[in-house]
């Protein structure tokens, strides 16, 4: 691990840019200094797996939290670790009762990690379940929560004829309070509404999870928060060697799933967490969204869920035909920065 001190200031006896070094971590006091130690502790084969933040503190917010300085470099700082495929960790302040000035380690401090670039992927037991109902929904809870937030859909097929972009696109694009380009919100659009490799190779089209990882860097370093949508189901294939988890498992995202309510979703939803399991993910809750009113026993099917599914139920919701009908989800904020552990 690197870990970065006070942004672009020396700790005593410490030159700007110097490194104090163990056998496992290395720590540099200048943020200009971080990515080229990155790189190169990464060029003599070293497995560098996260960069750590202990910026200086200085002030307390509207929340009561104190607020680190220099937060357009914490952003760059962000990007730039995430387009190396490493985690960003954030150490800062815990609440005291006097205002605590100064450098970080005069007072109290808790450390948690925090996912790359705070963001979610958002997945589905199936398409058509409302995973744009539910992730416009988690957009709307962000903004409502004072979080700069907006979505990202990697991967759209299907535009209906009139229309210059993927209706999923738009809702994410509505929900949400950072404006950015059109490229980095949707990397790949596809006219016809058929699974993600079939639209790509009718098209003469390479779906690149790297190129996907550079959006989602430039889309982390604007926001707060980064809702992902996936398209279709977990495991909807991208290429012959690549599916729709592997983008949650390249950006390094925390997993919602979306249930749809419906005859078969058990199979499907356990079959679900089973696979984000298998790759390696962290399943941090469900949502059911109720897609058939007229499905019996949709209740018990739902406290069945509860029961067998590793996360929490996020939300229940009722069926929404439009992304802009459902309630905003709040609370996601913890979801999406905070991994255990």
Request: glycine fraction near 10%; proline fraction near 6%.
């Amino acid at each position: 691990m690197i870990e970065i001190g006070d942004l672009d200031h020396a700790r005593p006896g410490v030159a700007a840019g110097e490194g104090l070094h163990d056998r496992r971590r290395d720590v540099v006091v200048a943020t200009a200094d971080a990515m080229e130690l990155f790189d190169r502790r990464r060029e003599r084969g070293f497995a560098v797996e996260a960069v750590q933040l202990v910026p200086d503190v200085t002030e307390r917010g509207s929340d009561g939290l104190l607020h680190w300085r220099a937060r357009d470099a914490v952003d760059r700082l962000r990007a730039a670790t995430i387009a190396r495929g490493a985690c960003l960790r954030l150490q800062y302040a815990a609440r005291c009762d006097s205002p605590c000035r100064g450098r970080l380690g005069r007072f109290p401090v808790r450390a948690e990690k925090l996912t790359p670039g705070r963001g979610l992927f958002v997945t589905g037991t199936d398409t058509g379940v409302g995973k744009t109902v539910v992730a416009a929904a988690l957009l709307r809870g962000l903004v409502a929560d004072g979080v700069r937030a907006l979505g990202m859909k990697p991967v759209a097929a299907g535009i209906e004829p009139g229309r210059s972009r993927n209706a999923d696109v738009d809702a994410l694009v509505a929900a949400g309070n950072v404006a950015a380009p059109l490229a980095d919100v949707n990397p790949y659009a596809f006219d016809a509404p058929i699974a993600p490799h079939l639209a790509a190779a009718r098209s003469g089209t390479v779906i690149d999870l790297e190129r996907i990882a550079s959006a989602y860097g430039r889309l982390a370093a604007r926001a707060d928060a980064v809702v992902v949508e996936g398209a279709g189901g977990a495991l909807v294939p991208l290429s012959r060697r690549s599916d729709m988890l592997d983008i949650a498992a390249r950006l390094g995202l925390p997993v919602l799933l979306v249930v749809g309510v419906r005859l078969g979703c058990l199979n499907h939803a356990l079959l679900t967490a089973l696979a984000i399991s298998a790759r390696g993910l962290r399943l941090v809750g469900w949502v059911a969204n109720r897609i058939d009113a007229a499905m019996p026993e949709a209740e018990a099917n739902v406290e069945t869920l509860a029961r067998l599914l590793p996360a929490p139920l996020i939300a229940d919701l009722p069926w929404h035909g439009a992304a802009t009908g459902a309630p905003p989800i709040r609370g996601a904020i913890r979801l999406a920065f905070v991994a255990p552990g």
